[in-house]
């Protein structure tokens, strides 16, 4: 498919949010959706900023990965948020991105997407997008990847992990702009949920989509590795695993599933 610029004005006609989109600043291209609106945060942009691009020269994953992109073919962008709530609740709103993701997905598109704890977005294990949470300055930035049309082999080339794109699995392509709409308007809802001290119902949203819950999983901890059974993401957003050594709380990390674990 070839490759075109969103249409952020009809994005912003559609759209229907209380915060979420008040303003959309669209980028053909740019170094990083996160960190321009991690920059417009710094300026006093307004909370509920979107800032979306075409294509990123230096796109940001987690673990200090690259986040790499067809251009015109993926979404890309960054939700500036200011929310009222304790440090140690912020990563449940990387939670509710990911749960904004996965309903909006499955329920306008029937595509089967999952999460895969904390915030990694999948379609029959193999990985269409992602969420990456920054925080300056009081500003908190959730950036979303997603791997909408395109072909999944070019990236996958490069980033050398199993990846997919929607239009794998709806058959045609999507339109991005509806795409985003949609996304944006659970990250809304889901956001208001937060600010009004629902976080325990947030997660819960998320939870009804974790892929991991009862697999064999390793967890990587910088240089640590936990090997244990996932066995529930409690309400504080954390992944409860059942190791050889007793239950253990992880509240950050990255899971990988143990080979041949159903
Ligand atoms: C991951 O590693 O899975 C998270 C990837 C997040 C990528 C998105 S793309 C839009 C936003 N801008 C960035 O630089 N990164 C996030």
Known sequence: MASSSLDTSWCETELATE???????YYPRIDSTN????????AGAAEGTVVVADTQTAGRGRRGRRWLDEPGQALLFSVLLRPACEQSQVPILSLGAAAACAESLTSSYSIPVVTKWPNDLLIADRKVGGILLEERGGAVVVGVGLNVNGRPEVLQAQVGAPLTTLEKHYGTPLRRE???????EKIDVIYQQFQSGG?????G???????VLGRNVYVHL???VICGTARAVNDCGALVLDT???E???TAGEVELVAGSE
Not at 19 to 25: A, D, P
Not at 205 to 211: A, D, G, K, V
């Open 19 to 25: 915060v979420v989109g008040r303003s959309i600043r």
């Open 35 to 42: 960190e321009q609106a991690l920059r417009l945060a710094e």
């Open 178 to 184: 509806e795409v985003l709409v949609g996304i944006l």
């Open 199 to 203: 976080l325990a119902e947030v997660v």
């Open 205 to 211: 949203r998320y939870r009804r989509f974790e892929s």
């Open 222 to 224: 910088g240089q640590e």
């Open 244 to 246: 050889a050594d007793g």
């Open 248 to 250: 253990r709380e992880i």
